[in-house]
């Protein structure tokens, strides 16, 4: 349920504004989606590897090493932010260079883009503090804190952009004044989460291990390999939107649109993916392969019903869900065209993101960049091979081959993987 309320925002900035903009403004925050996709997401290792570590240092019984977990990933998160911030021009300048919109689409993107950057201090910083609650499977934490931001993100967005007519830039706005006042409350929760677990050591944060640097640098190559592979699954979508971009600003809109019931899905579905993280990782703190089996059979078996449903209400409602966010004609009935192959990515996703949260809770990072590498690999190959026959249903097949490239290259590494949780 945590998981799921992230797409909810996507949703309602793309209803708001496909009701109350036109196609240049829907394609604007496509952009601005995309463009922050890449920015944040580049970073989401600070949620996942502070999610393996953490369930593997709480599985083992280690309390100070999941503080020290904690810190360290803070540290890096503060870093970042400030430095995102400090080369927030060149970072547009080159995001625009390489996006194919019309000079309408991209002017009111660019006003997003500058007032979105500045949330980005306290984006990161939430990523840590997420990550440490779903390592300890401190699931309703989450879904509390999930639920704050994006109410209070959705309440801003309608109130900014719907009522006072700000657009984009109020969308944007909206965003930075809910990520600051969520990270604040995700702080005093983590805070109080961690006092009332047992810790030998009077001092709240355990300094020398956080500084300890054989850590950090496990830390930091743990990390690399995650961005390296969260580059590529961003770029995938990238690489989707701008080449819907080329077929005009209504696929461009209407391909947007069919994203958000797939985003809707696939935070479903990784909600999964982010048990079996906590689950895994402490099967292998504890050395238990039973547990691990267990934990990654029922998650998958639950992962896979609640695909196929989510499948049928893309095919069975998806059309409403499409009226929903945008009243422009041309843009519905593309949409409306292109659903069943939303539906077909959605039911063969589940388990690229099953087989993700239990390499993510393994800490097997370099396997993951590596299967990252080559499922890319075979979506160009698809998109060569489809897309100048068959157009933009050929982009649509070409996705659908990637996401079941991605569960198919990550198979590759399983055994050994399920080999490290013991006997």
């Known amino acids: 349920m945590a998981n799921a309320s992230v797409p909810l925002l996507g949703l309602v900035d793309t209803a708001v504004i496909g009701n109350v903009g036109g196609i240049e403004d829907l394609g604007a925050i496509a952009f601005g989606a995309l463009i ?59 995001a625009f260079s390489l996006l194919d919109g019309s000079t309408q689409v991209e002017t009111v993107a660019q006003e997003y883009f500058n007032i979105r950057i500045w949330g980005a201090p306290a984006t990161l910083a ?18 509390m804190v999930q639920l704050f931001l994006n109410s209070l993100n959705i309440l801003l967005d309608v109130w900014f952009a719907g009522l006072l007519g700000w657009g984009a830039s109020g969308i944007a706005l909206g965003t930075v004044i809910a990520e600051w006042t969520a990270v604040l409350l995700a702080g005093w929760l983590v805070y109080r989460t961690l006092n009332q677990r047992k810790v030998t050591a009077d001092d709240f944060w355990p300094k020398a291990k956080i500084m300890d640097w054989p ?9 690399l390999d995650i961005m390296l592979r969260t580059l590529i699954l961003v770029f995938s979508f990238a690489f989707f939107i701008n080449q819907s971009a080329k077929f005009g600003d209504t696929i461009l809109a209407s391909n947007h649109i069919l994203l958000q019931l797939i985003a809707f899905s696939a935070f479903f579905l990784d909600g999964y993916a982010f048990v079996v993280e906590a689950l895994v990782g402490s099967a292998i703190g504890a050395k238990r392969r039973d547990m691990f089996d267990l934990a990654v059979r029922r998650s998958t078996v ?24 945008t009243d422009i004609s041309s843009v519905r009935l593309a949409a409306n065209q292109f ?42 190959i698809a998109w060569w091979a489809f897309s100048d026959r068959f157009g933009i249903q050929g982009l649509w097949g070409a996705m659908i081959i990637y996401v079941v490239a991605r569960a198919a290259a990550l198979l590759l590494f399983y055994a050994s993987l399920r080999r490290s949780a013991g006997r």
Request: with cysteine.
């Open 36 to 94: 922050f996709s890449f920015v944040y997401w580049s970073f989401a290792f600070l949620r996942m590897a502070t999610t393996g570590f953490a369930a593997q240092a709480s599985g083992a019984g280690d309390e100070q090493e999941v503080r020290a977990v904690l810190g360290r990933a803070l540290l890096i998160a503060l870093c970042l932010g400030v430095v995102l911030i400090s080369i927030q021009w060149p970072i547009g300048l080159a």
């Open 302 to 325: 639950l992962a896979l019903i609640t695909a196929i449903l989510l499948a049928l209400a893309i095919v069975l409602a998806g059309d409403i869900a499409v009226m929903l966010m």
């Open 339 to 380: 659903l069943p192959f939303a539906a077909l990515y959605v039911l063969f996703s589940f388990a690229a993101f099953q087989l993700d949260g239990i390499f993510i809770g393994a800490s097997f990072t370099r396997q993951m960049r590596d299967a990252a590498a080559l499922s890319i690999a075979i979506y160009f």
């Open 215 to 223: 850590a950090l640098l496990k830390t930091a190559s743990s990390n």
């Open 126 to 143: 939430t990523f840590a503090l997420m990550g440490l609650l779903i390592g300890l499977g401190k699931s309703r934490t989450l879904l």
